[in-house]
């Protein structure tokens, strides 16, 4: 089983910063197959990366995800009040499938 | 528009039986795969297993074989998680998504399963 590590685990930022959350794998997740959720507190998660750095529909292009093998990185460029939440990473190349534990992004 | 509607929440007791469940619409059902996803309370996400309706192929996590079953019907395009018998430990939210062989888009609401004696 691949084990998904994010750090860090709560990312303190104010509006407008850049946010760069990490997704350490503990073997190589093939063909890039990583993608990336962020989920508000009451509210279901939501797709934002898919394959490591495809953006989903609708997606603000602030977000961007990047990496390969067992180091990936989703990357905020400025960040809005709506991006403060949790992110999560999920891998799909081997089965089982499994999540990483999660970056809180929280306003500083 | 693609959507994912999940039956309202449960309260149950230790032992007692449960299945709750996931409606699709706005796309074929039997085409895509769909899954369940865990989240114990203040705690992050858990892949519980995925289900094709199309061939009812069916993949669980090793965590979670054995102690629940996914089904779908796809006479009325609808997915279900089913326990036997719950635990305390059962209690959580659950979410069905679409897909789930790759990546999940999008998700239900929810529903929140609470055991408690």
């Known amino acids: 089983e691949i084990v998904l590590t994010q750090s860090p685990g709560t990312l303190s930022l104010s509006p407008g910063e850049r946010a760069t959350l990490s997704c350490r794998a503990s073997?190589?997740?093939?063909?890039?197959?990583l993608a990336w959720y962020q989920q508000k507190p009451g509210q279901a998660p939501r797709l934002l990366i898919y394959?490591?750095?495809s953006r989903a529909t609708g997606i603000p292009d602030r977000f961007s995800g990047s990496g390969s093998g067992t180091d990936f990185t989703l990357t905020i460029s400025r960040l809005e009040p709506e991006d403060f939440a949790v992110y999560y990473c999920?891998?799909?190349?081997?089965?089982?499938?499994?999540f990483g534990q999660g970056t809180k992004v929280e306003i500083k | 528009e693609v959507q994912l509607v999940q039956s309202g929440a449960e309260v149950k007791k230790p032992g007692e039986s449960l299945k709750i469940s996931c409606k699709g619409s706005?796309?074929?059902?039997?085409?895509?795969?769909i899954g369940w996803v865990r989240q114990m309370p203040g705690k992050g996400l858990e892949w519980m297993g995925i289900?094709?309706?199309?061939?009812?192929?069916?993949r669980y996590s090793p965590s979670f074989q054995g102690q629940v079953t996914i089904s779908a019907d796809k006479s009325i395009s609808t997915a279900y998680l089913q326990w036997n018998s719950l635990k305390t430990s059962d209690t959580a939210m659950y979410y069905c998504?679409?897909?789930?062989?790759?990546?999940?888009?999008?998700w239900g609401q929810g529903t929140l399963v609470t055991v408690s004696s």
């Open positions: 998504a679409l897909g789930g062989y790759n990546w999940f888009d999008p």
């Open positions: 706005g796309y074929t059902f039997t085409n895509y795969w």
């Open positions: 073997q190589s997740v093939s063909s890039s197959y």
């Open positions: 999920q891998h799909y190349g081997s089965s089982p499938r499994t």
């Open positions: 394959n490591a750095f």
């Open positions: 289900i094709y309706p199309g061939d009812s192929d069916t």
